[in-house]
């Protein structure tokens, strides 16, 4: 992948500064989140436990009771959110584990498109 940089140039008659930015989108630039066909929380529940499961070898059981937290958030909220409210919902460790794995669920919704 190419990478774009971006630099100030001055106007010669002025001294203000036309700042060239690459164009930004989804494909280029994880950070930006277009959300999944399925936002629901339905999904982003299924998503945790798949990967409490299959990434962190969590029983099936204990992974579906500690997910069963997320009641309302949609996909939105799920990469939104930061550390500490992961914690609030979910409690330290797991929170922090599902807060590692948020990130891999909006490149993989990304690929997905």
Do not use: C
């Not at 010669?12 to 066909?37: A, E, M, V």
């Not at 936002?39 to 997910?67: G, I």
């Not at 609030?88 to 599902?98: D, K, W």
Request: charge should be positive; charged fraction near 25%.
């Amino acid at each position: 992948m190419q990478s774009q940089s971006w630099h100030p140039t001055r106007h010669s008659n002025s001294n203000r500064l036309n700042i060239k930015q690459p164009h930004l989108n989804s494909k280029t630039h994880i950070g930006i989140f277009q959300p999944p066909s399925r936002p629901s929380s339905q999904s982003v529940r299924e998503y945790f436990t798949k990967v409490l499961v299959e990434k962190d070898s969590v029983p099936q059981s204990e992974a579906e009771m500690h997910t069963s937290k997320w009641r309302y958030g949609t996909a939105r909220e799920m990469v939104g959110f930061d550390v500490e409210t992961y914690r609030q919902i979910f409690g330290p460790e797991i929170g922090g584990i599902l807060y590692r794995h948020r990130l891999s669920y909006s490149v993989k919704a990304l690929e997905e498109r």
